[in-house]
């Protein structure tokens, strides 16, 4: 239902929430871009403020993944050498939290950094996945979806 929504009423926000982490399900419909979409885990669904916050983050284009779903893509197994493995520790957990939707702000918080050092990061993170500043392209998604690829 959720990919139909997406391929016949592009830019309708969508916010999931399952019983079930569906990595191949988020997969497909990150496809086409993590803009206004958020897949959430229900169990996970217990603090009203972080709900309501990650329903506004979906509706004004962001997105919002569940940490435990990032975590299930991070640890799938993979093969040769990929994009990521340019990327410092610090850098991946930079990516891993822009996949939850979290704004750098947020990253900050979450890190104790200050916001312009995650901005560095970030900066850093499009340089090493060879992501060039273009006026059709969203760098910050297409990171998030290089780093969900690579973990699948």
Same mark, same amino acid.
């Given at each position: 239902m959720a990919a139909t929504i997406r391929r016949d009423c592009p830019g309708t926000a969508v916010l999931l929430l399952s019983q079930y982490?569906?990595? !191949?399900? /988020?997969?497909? &419909?990150?496809?086409?871009?993590?803009?206004?979409?958020?897949?959430l885990l229900k169990d996970r669904v217990s603090d009203?403020? !972080?709900? /309501?916050?990650? &329903?506004?983050r979906v509706a004004c284009?962001?997105?919002?993944i569940d940490p435990d779903l990032v975590t299930r893509l991070v640890g799938r197994p993979h093969r040769g050498h990929r994009p990521l493995d340019?990327?410092?520790?610090?850098?991946?957990e930079v990516l891993?939290?822009?996949?939850?939707?979290r704004s750098n702000r947020a990253i900050g918080a979450?890190?104790?950094?200050g916001e312009r050092t995650v901005e560095a990061h970030v900066r850093s993170i499009f340089v090493k996945l060879g992501l060039q500043s273009e006026p059709d392209d969203?760098?910050?998604?297409?990171?998030?979806?290089t780093y969900l690829r690579a973990e699948s």
């Open positions: 982490i569906e990595t !191949d399900s /988020v997969l497909d &419909l990150l496809r086409d871009g993590a803009d206004h979409l958020g897949y009203i403020d !972080d709900f /309501v916050a990650a &329903l506004r284009g962001g997105s919002a340019e990327l410092s520790p610090r850098e991946r891993r939290l822009m996949a939850e939707g979450a890190m104790f950094l969203h760098r910050r998604v297409l990171a998030v979806l």
